[in-house]
């Protein structure tokens, strides 16, 4: 990636009481770049998440801003600079529309009432830039699809214009086509410029979106990776800590199989 970073940490740490979460972790990412952060349960992914998103702040080290210092020591500094963090969760109220939980905390007025009509013109206006198709926007969100209520959660975030957007498990627990959808939405982000970190244990889709893997290992960097040109064994081998995993060892097997059926 060229240009300089949206994002840049260097030798972040964390603590909390006797375990050290994250420590001397560097992270760069770049406008236009989908950065896919990994690792196996407990490596800190999740502490590396909410320091960005200005949950925990840094103990020590150093975060950058298109370049210069910042610090965050709660979730409004971060959303005031342009980041934009779509937990795992969502936070969508099911029992109210698309049209409100896009605007929730955003509503707009006229005459010191809400303006239904102008949310639903602007929030058909959000969507259809981003090219999310929902059918009946007045429909509960409790009674979307997984995929549809992913996709809206990531809209209401773009409500700020975020410079960069952190997705947290997006495609956890949904099926093949929801999972395209919500995939295709991160292309589009990318295409729209913006910096997006997709946190993700799913492989297949972190080597069908991301252009680079930064992989964290027991809180600590163990490896960032270009997805062209790196395999799945070698990303999965900086997770694991060990170049012998279930990967390797079955392409091993099938190796094995081969030759066998060869002679």
Known sequence: ????????????????????????????????????????????????????????????????????????????DATALGIATVYQDLALCDNLDVVANLHLGRERLRHALLDDVAMEQHARRLLDTLAIRIPDLRAPVGALSGGQRQVVAIARAMLGEPSLVILDEPTAALGVEQTAQVLDLVERLRERGLAVVIVSHNMADVTAVADTVAVLRLGRNNGVFPVEGTTQEQIVAAITGATDNAHTRRRARRAGSGEEEAA
Do not use: Y
């Open 1 to 76: 990636m060229t240009g300089s970073p949206v994002l840049e940490l260097r030798s972040v740490c964390r603590r909390f009481g006797a375990v050290q979460a994250l420590d001397q972790v560097d992270l760069t990412v770049h406008a236009g770049e989908v950065l896919a952060l990994v690792g196996d349960n407990g490596a800190g992914k999740s502490t590396l998440v909410k320091t960005i998103a200005g949950v925990h702040p840094v103990d020590t080290g150093t975060i950058h801003w298109h370049g210069r210092p910042v610090r965050l020591t709660r979730p409004q």
